[in-house]
């Protein structure tokens, strides 16, 4: 009887040993694993989660915008160049807007005699 169980303690033993075994090998695995050059989406990227986005970009090619998106620095930079060239026009409706006292949407140069006002005004405000 004593035996049987010093025979059970012992199997049971060498599959603790096992397992433990395995949990160490797992562990370094996932340590491994952790930052493999699989593509992952940007915010993965500038997170450090990944390496590369599936269009090929790293960390260093990565920026947040202002609303917090991680975004491609080029296309930050094209986009702000691009805005300096109608923030002109932008300025001017904004100020049209406030002068006629246009509340909510609405579209310039559209079909209602607020959008007509309105354009009239922004272009004549540009013009200067």
Same mark, same amino acid.
Not at 21 to 34: D, L, N, Q
Not at 47 to 74: C, F, I, Y
């Given at each position: 009887?004593?035996?049987?169980?010093?025979?059970?303690?012992?199997?049971?033993?060498?599959?603790?040993?096992? /397992?433990?075994?395995?949990?160490?090998?797992? /562990?370094?695995?996932?340590?491994?694993?952790? @930052?493999?050059?699989?593509?992952? @989406?940007?915010?993965? #990227?500038?997170?450090?989660?990944?390496? /590369?986005?599936?269009?090929? &970009?790293?960390? +260093?090619?990565?920026?947040?915008?202002?609303?917090?998106?991680?975004?491609?620095?080029?296309?930050?930079?094209?986009?702000?160049?691009?805005?300096?060239?109608? +923030?002109?026009?932008?300025?001017? #409706?904004?100020?049209?807007?406030?002068? &006629?006292?246009?509340?909510?949407?609405?579209?310039?140069?559209?079909?209602?005699?607020?959008?007509?006002? &309105?354009?009239?005004?922004?272009?004549? &405000?540009?013009?200067?």
């Amino acid at each position: 009887m004593a035996m049987r169980r010093s025979m059970k303690a012992k199997k049971a033993m060498k599959s603790m040993k096992a /397992k433990k075994a395995m949990k160490s090998v797992m /562990k370094r695995r996932r340590a491994m694993k952790k @930052k493999v050059s699989v593509k992952g @989406k940007k915010w993965q #990227v500038f997170s450090g989660s990944k390496e /590369k986005t599936t269009s090929g &970009l790293k960390k +260093s090619d990565l920026v947040k915008s202002k609303s917090g998106r991680v975004v491609s620095k080029k296309r930050s930079l094209r986009g702000k160049r691009i805005f300096k060239q109608i +923030s002109g026009w932008v300025k001017a #409706v904004g100020t049209a807007r406030r002068q &006629l006292g246009v509340k909510g949407f609405c579209a310039v140069g559209g079909k209602s005699a607020k959008g007509q006002a &309105l354009l009239r005004k922004a272009r004549s &405000l540009y013009k200067k």
